[in-house]
Each structure stands twice: as C-alpha cells, then as structure tokens.
C-alpha cells in the first residue's frame, strides 16, 4: 500500500482513529527495509469476508425464525448489521480497494476514515448495550416484559446509531473541514490527536466498564440466587448438581465476553497511547503494529460466533438446523448408495 507523502513513500496505517505512518512492502525504515510475509490486502480480504460471512448468517437467522424475534435478539441483530456496515462501508472500499485516492481525495482521506471509526463506536456501544439488556432482563424480569421496555429499547438501539456517526464526524463540521490537498496536514493536528484520545477512551473503556459492571452484577444475582435454592434442597434433604453447572455457565460466559473484547482491543489501544508519547515507528514495532490492527479489525468477524453459541434460543436454533442438515445429507447419502 503506497502512498506519496512529501516525496516519501509511507502507507497510512489508519488504525480506524488514528493515521499512523509507516512504510510498505520494500520500503525502509532508518535504513531496514520491511518486508511483510503476506501482503496486507490479502490480509484484510479474509477479515472482509469473515466479518460479512458470519454477521450475515446469524442476523439471516434472526430475521427468518420467528420464534427468535424477542427484543434482546433484535438489539443482537441492530449490533449484526454494524457489523456488515464495518465490512461493506469501512474493510471493503478502505482497506481491500485500496488506492492512492485514499490520499487524494478528501472523502477517501477524510470521511472513510471516520465513517469507520463512527462503526467501530458504534459496534462497541452495541455491547454495552446488549450487556444493559441482559442485565435487566435478570434484574427486573417482570419489568422486562412490559411494552414500554420494548419502546426503550428501540430508542436505545437509534440513539447508539445516531451517537455514533454524530461522534465521528464531529470533525468534518468544526475543525477539520475537507480542504484539497490538504488532508495529511489536518490530520497531524494536534486538535485531531486529542479528539482521537477521546474517541478511543469512548470506543474502548466506556464498553468495557458496562460489560464489567453489567456481568458482574449478573454473576452475582445467578450466585445468590443459586445458594437459596441449596439451603432449600439441605433443608428438604435434596441434592441438585444443576447448580453447580449454572454457576459455571456464568463464570465461563462472563469470562469469554469481556477476555475477547479486551483481547481483541487492549493491545490496539496500548499501542496508539504508546504512539501518541513517542510518535516514532521503528522496523522492530512495525510487524506487532500491524498485527495488531489485525486483530482488532477481526472482533466483528468473531462477534456473532460468540453472542451466537452463549445465546440459549439461537444455539438451539443453530444446533436444530445443523442435525437437521446432516440428517437430510445421510439419508440422501443411503438411498444413492
């Protein structure tokens, strides 16, 4: 990925937020020239494909099976479809296509890149805001049912699409205005580089304190609730090891949501605060850099497999088609032979 700045071939490592120069493919860096193993748009070909593929299939399921129509799982599906928007509008045309009109021309210099960080918040909220629903859901069931809360939660799912882009274009209407030629320039501000330290705070930290708080919460109910329903069973001088069970159900769900989207995310997020001290890449950093942008670029490709296993009503309705399936091809497959 080549791109002319000042004479100097660098490629713009946009990190979603933050533009970050770094050299291409048989570029050199203080005298070391980098050479990466595969090239980047083969890279984000697979992300594209693997973020479209499996937010599709599970928002697919979540429109056609009726029975899966339930609040909670619509706000799954609200947070599905940013997941296709981050591949169709961000992956595809930024990082797929990519050529040097990304430079050029302001849209492709400007906008795409805060149209995908506006996605990212956006996905990002989205899991807040599923943990918030769960959370209710357990807290307050008989409230949870009411028509009023289906209400909020269609205004909650608009207010986090609105939040979001509102967030990331903040610049186009104040302090980064588009101006030909001048695109590199604005983005080196140091008004930007604080807008962008904001950004990430809301981007990572505000999720990740929600998923804490929420879960945690949520652990703690299902563990109180579990330790009256033994003293019960002692006192009738019964023994259940479904407790147990449950119990552990919630401490691996809890753990596997907030582990990934830290481990997905705490890197990348290190690494740009790391940027923003020192404001040097060198050729030692430049292979975990872009491996971490990998690997936050992939959390919405994995997303859907994760809400989609720990989801009760979806893996049933996952494991219902794939018996059904395999049954249909072993008959298919007995009666030809």
Known sequence: ??????????VILNTTLAPITLPTNNQSVNGTQYRSVFPDTTIYTIIFAMTLVTNVSV???IVIERKLHIMSNWILASMFSAGIAFAMAYLLPR???FYKWNIYYSYACLVLPMTGSGL???FNLHLALVSLDRYFCVTSPFEYQRPQCRIIARLAIIVVWFISFFIAYIPLFTFLVPSPGQCMAQQLSRVYHNYLC?????LFFFPLIVLIVTYSRVYWIVNNHTQRNQEIMVRSNSTSSSAFYRNLRAIKYMTVIIGLFILFWLPYIILFLAWFTTSAITINTLFIIRGFQYLAFSYPAVNPILYAYFTPCIRHVIRKKLSGSIHSIAHTIGRVS
């Open 59 to 61: 928002l697919s399921l």
């Open 198 to 202: 904001i950004v990430f705070s809301i």
């Open 120 to 122: 990212i918040i956006n």
């Open 95 to 97: 990082w797929v296509f």
């Open 1 to 10: 990925m080549v791109e002319p700045v000042n004479t100097t071939t660098t």
